[in-house]
């Protein structure tokens, strides 16, 4: 039972709880990546490990947080087992079981709560999709790109400032960044699957770019932030990896900004090691809308 209490009622609980499945999320996902660039059957091998470990045990998730937790730590199992689908190292047998596992426990998960309109939505329907590319379920893929489209324009305002996320007091521009990540990663995954860009959406002055450019002005801005005094910034010292710089990383691929590179270029490589996993390793695969093959 992936059972992780309310963040806010326990805190320590909450971060005690959810770092099993971001120890082993993250470590699944790295060796997967390893096994990509070197072809070393080893670090197949402990990523299916860790990948074969989760849908054998975990049936279940409980709790105020636990579909959330399991919505924004559990991208990265996903992840993993899309680079290792058909691996000789990983068993039919144990795809079949990982298989269950992500439809009926993170999945379900997931979309029990993508009808939310705030960061938590916007995790769940990234996860889902996800999901959904492992599973090949065109139907539910689809569904979640309607969501997101249709949220989109009521998230985002005008001048580029996140609805819900600047109702969240000191921690505003953190959630507005916790909102960003995984609406720019689900607009990667679409354009990956379809061909669809998200990315060149706009309504009335609105668009993902404004709010982008919205976030690192007030995170270099703070004082300018007019919604709360003092809010908390992100940093190259922040305990849970440095954001917004691996959203923006990510981001620069597609917008080409001198600003984000600015902002940017003194700390690369940007690694995002914990907590939450859209942008883990934006400078190690930087994006791109027209150079691939």
């Known amino acids: 039972d992936f059972s992780i209490p309310g963040f806010y009622s326990d805190k320590e609980g909450h971060r005690k709880t959810s770092l099993a499945l971001q120890v082993d999320g993250f470590s699944a996902y790295t060796c997967a990546l390893a096994y990509q660039l070197t072809g070393k059957t080893k670090y197949a091998v402990k990523a299916v490990y860790f990948l074969n470990s989760w849908a054998a045990i975990n049936k279940k998730y409980s709790q105020l947080d636990g579909s959330l937790v399991m919505s924004y730590s559990g991208t990265t199992m996903m992840m993993a087992a899309e680079l290792l689908k ?3 190292n990983w ?6 079981q990982f298989a269950w596992w992500t439809k009926n426990v993170f999945r379900h998960a997931a979309n029990s709560i993508r009808y939310r309109n705030n960061n938590s939505g916007d995790w769940s329907r990234f996860a889902s999709l996800l999901a959904d590319v492992y599973l090949s379920d065109q139907e539910d893929f689809q569904k ?3 969501m997101i489209k249709n949220e989109l324009f009521k998230q985002i305002a005008p001048d580029g400032h996140m609805v819900e996320e600047i109702k969240r007091q000191g921690n505003g521009i953190w959630y507005t960044y916790f909102s960003l990540a995984p609406i720019s990663a689900s607009f990667w995954v679409v354009y990956n699957q ?3 860009n998200l990315f060149a959406l706009e309504q009335n002055g609105a668009s993902l770019k404004k709010a982008l450019d919205y976030l690192l002005y007030h995170n270099q801005h703070p004082e300018e932030w007019t919604w709360f005094k003092n809010p908390v910034t992100g940093n190259k010292d922040t305990a849970t990896g440095f954001w917004p710089a691996n959203l923006l990383e990510a981001m620069n691929g597609i917008y080409h900004s001198n600003d984000f590179d600015a902002f940017i270029a003194p700390y690369r490589p940007i690694v995002y ?3 939450d996993y859209a942008w883990t390793y934006p400078t190690l695969f930087p994006l791109s809308l ?3 093959k």
């Open 290 to 292: 027209t150079e691939y």
């Open 273 to 275: 090691p914990r907590h």
């Open 86 to 88: 058909n691996n000789k």
């Open 194 to 196: 379809t061909g669809e």
């Open 144 to 146: 979640n790109v309607d």
């Open 91 to 96: 068993k039919a047998k144990e795809q079949g």
